[in-house]
Nanobody, 124 residues
Framework: QVQLVESGGGLAQAGGSLRLSCVASGRSFSRVAMGWFRQAPGKEREFVATISWSGGSTTYGESVKGRCTISRDNTKNTVYLEMNSLKPEDTAVYYC?????????????????WGRGTQVTVSS
């Protein structure tokens, strides 16, 4: 059974940085894409970033482009999201998701397993 466990969230000041991690169980981690999404209260789930199985292809949401970096370590079954220049509007629950295949997707339907999320709160 696949499980995704996020960590690294917390309280940060505007302009600061956070690094989120997601550890995945299961044998197929290195063969699938991974993604990060976020959801703020009262808002729909929003695409943040995705990375292909090899790490060779990444895509970012417009709201975080230039401020976030997604990476992965297939030897540790872990995907990371480095967030810099944080803004109060980055406040949300951040979810890690496992892709259905090796290629990246920006749509949540491209993912079959989700973590429970980690809260990120950015104060102004």
């Amino acid at each position: 059974q696949v499980q995704l466990v996020e960590s690294g969230g917390g309280l940060a000041q505007a302009g600061g940085s956070l690094r989120l991690s997601c550890v995945a169980s299961g044998r197929s981690f290195s063969r699938v894409a991974m993604g990060w999404f976020r959801q703020a209260p009262g808002k729909e789930r929003e695409f943040v970033a995705t990375i292909s199985w090899s790490g060779g292809s990444t895509t970012y949401g417009e709201s975080v482009k230039g401020r976030c970096t997604i990476s992965r370590d297939n030897t540790k079954n872990t995907v990371y999201l480095e967030m810099n220049s944080l803004k109060p509007e980055d406040t949300a629950v951040y979810y890690c998701a496992r892709g259905r295949g090796p290629d990246t997707h920006t749509n949540p339907f491209g993912y079959d397993y989700w973590g429970r999320g980690t809260q990120v709160t950015v104060s102004s």
